[in-house]
């Protein structure tokens, strides 16, 4: 709810626990066993090739001391050959299906995490606040995009690769791998000393960025509110403070993993240190071939380059994690937090009816006085209301109560027999639709783009939906008409024909009562007078509330509220507040006089 002055910060949605998030990964490829098995077949396949070609290099060094022939020495050479070649293109293989695994659980991800914030109650979405949606949606998306598909594949096959070239050193000889082993612990401690601590830093960094979100969408949607108060200084250094908190989490992110890498690199020296060791005992010993005692450190140094694989895309994999666990946790949100159908109210029961506001108090949560205070008003089914006031006076929070977004904490709103503190979500909607200036084409075909209204209604109801409008002419000089391709990468369109579309969606969605708030103001002056006979044509029989813009609009409506500081303090027809010579006259004259 916008225009109502200071907001407090929104609760977040929900994240998930790692758990969760392995669950819905393991649940995801449960569904997909043909491709998991074939990533999983290809990876395995691939590490194992890769590490071959260093267990043949210590039977040529063993060949060479025993005095092999040529041959034998040639055969092994086009073995490792044939080995480095098959193993790069099945790792080749195996980060192509990686990816294309990767990409499937993305979609499906993004699909879900879209549908189920499409499914919440708009209370819900004021509540937490549009930066922590958008953040999630959009930043949060495309930060595990770019995880899987580089740091995930590179993990993955890294971890592959360790545990089959820790197995080849075994394979050697069981002392050298104990050997090699020995520095298992060391890689487990800095593991241990790291992850508990990195994850919450990064999760703590994708919170900063949705709340610098969230700070810059408020602070750009209130924009006139802030400027009526002289708060551009403070929304400023809100803005600032957060994007310092964003800098200062990446700085102390950076830090933490260099300290990571040092931990890292003294556990690889302490393994390369004993395979040394113990082989030279070893082959003094002669309990090995110096074929064996060859290809260990050899075989142990391969480690290094998937441990520091790991190691610096580990970054970038724990980013994903943590968008992981925010885009899971988005999926579950409380079952009471979506949409449910409600039998009780259908948009067919486009009859008028009347609005009766009763004693409205409404407060944001830990607020230092309400938003709106004992508000009472009615509007007559059919009537229309303009509601007056200047920026912050609430006219936007009660036009959003009126459309059922939110409950006062004392009152009601009532549309004919239903009180909307009764209804759900889809009860609400199927009696007032709501337009707003944050008006929206989907890319897509005209056609997809109005039925998201009515989503049975034919192409005669679209185009008689667009004529009712003023769009008619427009539509019908598209190149395909209808099936004409908007929105993103489609048919590029100008504020007012983006106006009349979500006018016509309200033609379509056939509810006894609108709500515009300021529905028109992007349009300028070209297109307002255009704009407004729309309006009125889209609203005609139907019970109307206005949050008027231009004063144009509050003049041709029945009757007129002016809101000030949360209070009704005028009400009455335009002639009547113009004789009252109160707050709307003055408005009025100014308004003239600026005209």
Known sequence: MSGAGTRVAPAALRTAAGGESTRWVAARCRELPWLTAATVFTTVAGATLQVLPVLLLGRVVDGVVQGDGRSVLVTVGIWMGAAALLGAAATALSTYLIGRLGADLLARLRE??????????????????????????????????????????????????????????????????????????????????????????????????????????????????????????????????????????????????????????????????????????????????????????????????????????????????????????????????????????????????????????????????????????????????????????????????????????????????????????????????????????????LADDLRLAAPGADDTALMDALRTVGAGAWAEALPEGLDTAVGEGGERLDVTKVAQIALARLVLGRTPVVVLDESTAEAGSEGAAELERAVRAACAGRTTLFVAHRLTQAMAADRIAVLDAGRVVEQGTHDELVALGGRYARLWRAWREGS
């Open 112 to 445: 879900g995490a879209v549908r189920t914030v499409l499914g919440m109650p708009s209370a819900r979405i004021e509540q937490v606040g549009r930066g922590d949606v958008l953040s999630r949606v959009g930043d949060d998306v495309a930060v595990l995009s770019r995880g899987i598909r580089s740091a995930v594949p590179t993990v993955f096959s890294a971890g592959v690769l360790v545990a089959i070239a820790t197995i080849g050193m075994f394979g050697l000889d069981w002392r050298l791998g104990l050997a090699g082993a020995g520095a298992l612990p060391a890689y487990a401690l800095a593991l241990r000393w790291y992850l508990p601590r990195s994850a919450p830093l990064y999760r703590g960094q994708r919170i900063a960025q949705a709340d610098r979100a969230q700070a810059l969408i408020s602070g750009l949607d209130g924009i006139d509110t802030v400027r009526a108060y002289r708060l551009e200084g403070a929304f400023r250094e809100k803005v600032t403070a957060e994007s310092w908190r964003v800098r200062d989490l990446g700085v102390e992110v950076f830090r933490f993993f260099g300290r990571f890498v040092g931990r890292e690199n003294r556990a690889e020296f302490i393994g390369l240190v004993l395979i040394l060791l113990v082989g030279y005992a070893l082959l003094e010993g002669d309990a090995a071939t110096l074929g064996e005692v060859a290809a260990a450190p050899l075989m142990f140094h391969r480690l290094f380059t998937p441990l520091g694989a790991i190691m610096f895309t580990f970054d970038e994999a724990q980013k994903s994690g943590a968008s992981l666990t925010r885009l899971v946790g988005v999926l579950g949100e409380a079952a009471e937090d979506r949409l449910v159908g409600d039998t009780s109210v259908t948009s067919a029961d486009a009859v008028p009816h009347p609005v009766t506001v009763q004693g409205l108090t409404f407060s944001y949560p830990d607020a230092g006085r309400p938003v709106l205070e004992d508000i009472s008003l009615t509007i007559p089914a059919g009537g229309s209301l303009a509601l007056v006031g200047a920026t912050g006076a609430g006219k936007s929070t009660l036009a959003a109560l009126i459309a059922g977004i939110g409950h006062p904490q004392a009152g009601s709103v009532r549309v004919g027999p239903h009180d909307l503190a009764d209804l759900d979500e889809a009860g609400a909607r199927a009696l007032v639709s709501i337009l707003t200036q944050e008006t929206h084409v989907f890319s897509g075909s």
